[in-house]
């Protein structure tokens, strides 16, 4: 077995942001470096400005790596590219990714929507695949 831990969380409504937030809080209190990957520009810069103001007295320092900012000192980098700017030993996955890119962090964390079969069908394959990698996957209670 690796030692990655990977794990998956239900989303019963696509809505992603407000968990995006809480994790990167929650691991940035662990003085854990945290990526976070969003499929494209929209996403990214609708997140930074989210993780400002989602929770009332809630600081998570972050920056967008939209290639304009040096994103190496950062604790919590929101980005669209499989690149870890941050040395992140956590990887929130908020949109598919290369096992590659994947398997090179200590933490993954990916979402399992349950309002659509397409994407119920895609969050099985994910983990099968960890599975199949030799990973041991589990579903966040």
């Known amino acids: 077995m690796h030692t990655t831990k990977v794990e998956f969380i239900k989303l019963e409504k696509p809505v992603l942001a ?3 937030c809480r994790l990167a809080q929650e691991f ?9 990957l969003v499929e494209n520009s929209e996403q990214a810069m609708a997140l930074d400005r989210y993780m400002w103001v989602w929770k009332k007295g809630s600081f998570v320092p972050h920056v967008w790596d ?3 900012v040096d994103s190496y000192a950062e604790p919590v980098v929101i980005t669209t590219r499989e690149n870890n700017s941050n040395a992140a ?5 908020a949109t ?13 964390v990916e979402f399992a929507p ?6 119920v069908a895609q969050a099985r394959k994910r983990f099968a695949h960890w599975r199949r990698d030799g990973y041991a996957p589990f579903m966040r209670a």
Do not use: K
């Open 28 to 36: 940035f209190s662990q003085r854990r470096r945290v990526l976070v």
């Open 66 to 68: 939209n290639g304009a």
């Open 18 to 20: 407000p968990w995006l």
């Open 89 to 93: 030993q956590v990887l929130i996955a």
């Open 96 to 108: 598919d990714c290369s096992m590659g890119f994947a398997h090179r962090f200590e933490h993954v």
């Open 114 to 119: 349950t309002y659509a079969e397409d994407e």
